[in-house]
């Protein structure tokens, strides 16, 4: 294939300077420095979201945590960073972008949310748009509201039909897309989330005989059942993140053998998984959840619901174990079960299992393939 020059459109909202602040900012450039690294790419042009984001980049660049062939295309200071500003700027991205747009060769989404833009910038060039996203957004507004869903259900409808290509991180998306919208099957491939296996990985450190959960406090993660599973028991979980169930989380325990240990950064994430025998994910629904990989490249045993995105990374008894539903009855089961697992065995079929189908590398050379069919 050859090196080619991609425009990647940010999820509508985001800007650089959320993702250095936020601590995401290593974890999400990994994918294209990687691809600069092998030649596929030549130059990487990020339309964000943000007033500030080229002084940043600078910024980034100048302390060598910015590959020199990422370029940042900022939301103009004339717009607002209000909803509405932000909102009008989607759609008047790709015209006032069009010169820089017409230089590159294909242009690709991070998420559906905003994607629009990436269409009309499409349209506008007549290159190819390849259409990625790390999970499927009407189906996460299904389980909260019905009128989002039907607002999205029909964006995503529309996006998907102008794309030359689209891939999404799990086989139950690609079902629910083709399904849903009439898609051929060919047109939506399955690339799986990825992670830094040389970040991610067992250290060989002296690790504490608790429970881990890393990740969003809502309602998602079912962490009340999570909370009752644990209530009374002998063993101890850390609960690790933010979000708007937080105070009612903390409100409610009064185990002192449960703790909530407040957000950590990406880059803190590796050493907190290491520090642990235990990870455990007990949510209603997921993507393709990220941080459970992570814990089962650093050697944790992965414990979770048999719900979609988490069991098509746990397969149970042979790389993790699966509670028998979301309730905390079955998961206060899955964890007495884990006490008598074979844990050796399973951890060290769970790190094969990320070498083999979630790792940056691997990953990265399936990506070049998609895009060398546009």
Not at 55 to 68: D, N, S, Y
Not at 96 to 104: A, C, D, G, V
Not at 126 to 138: C, H, M, N, V, Y
Not at 197 to 225: H, P
């Amino acid at each position: 294939m050859k090196s080619k020059k991609l425009g990647l459109f940010f999820t509508r909202n985001i800007s650089l300077e959320v993702w250095r602040d936020k601590g995401l900012l290593d974890r999400e450039k990994l994918i294209y420095e990687e691809h600069l690294k092998k030649g596929t790419l030549s130059e990487v042009t990020w339309f964000t979201y943000g007033h500030n984001d080229s002084e940043i980049a600078k910024e980034l660049k100048l302390e060598g945590r910015l590959h020199p062939s990422i370029n940042i295309v900022p939301m103009p200071k004339y717009f607002p960073e209000s909803k509405l500003g932000i909102l009008i700027y989607s759609f008047l991205m790709s015209f006032i972008n069009f010169e820089r747009l017409s230089k590159l060769d294909f242009f690709k989404t991070n998420q559906m949310d905003g994607a629009w833009a990436a269409v009309i910038a499409k349209l506008l060039t007549q290159k190819p748009l390849a259409i990625r996203t790390g999970f499927t957004l009407s189906l996460f507004l299904l389980k909260k509201s019905r009128l989002n869903f039907s607002i999205i259900s029909l964006v995503e409808k529309y996006i998907y039909q102008f794309s030359d290509l689209a891939y999404v991180s799990s086989e139950a998306d690609k079902e629910y897309l083709t399904e849903r919208y009439g898609l051929s099957m060919n047109h939506i491939k399955v690339l799986h989330n990825y992670i830094d296996t040389e970040l991610f990985f067992d250290k060989g450190l002296e690790r504490k005989d608790a429970y881990v959960f890393i990740g969003r406090l809502n309602a998602q993660k079912n962490l009340f059942a999570l909370l009752e599973a644990f209530k009374g028991s002998p063993h101890k979980l850390d609960l690790y993140g933010d979000g708007d169930q937080k105070k009612e989380l903390e409100n409610t325990n009064n185990s002192e053998n449960i703790s909530f240990k407040g957000r950590i950064s990406n880059d803190q994430v590796a050493e907190v998984l290491n520090s642990y025998k235990y990870y455990i994910l007990p949510s209603f629904y997921e993507g393709m959840p990220k941080t459970l990989l992570e814990g089962m490249a650093s050697g944790c045993l992965a414990l979770g619901t048999p719900v979609v995105g988490i069991n098509e990374v746990i397969r149970h008894n042979h790389n993790g174990l699966l509670a028998a539903s979301t309730s905390a009855e079955d998961i206060k089961a899955l964890i007495k079960l884990s006490r008598t697992s074979d844990a050796s065995s399973l951890i060290e079929a769970s790190k094969n299992t990320i070498d083999k189908e979630f790792s940056l590398k691997g990953i990265s050379n399936l990506e070049a393939q998609l895009w060398a069919t546009l």
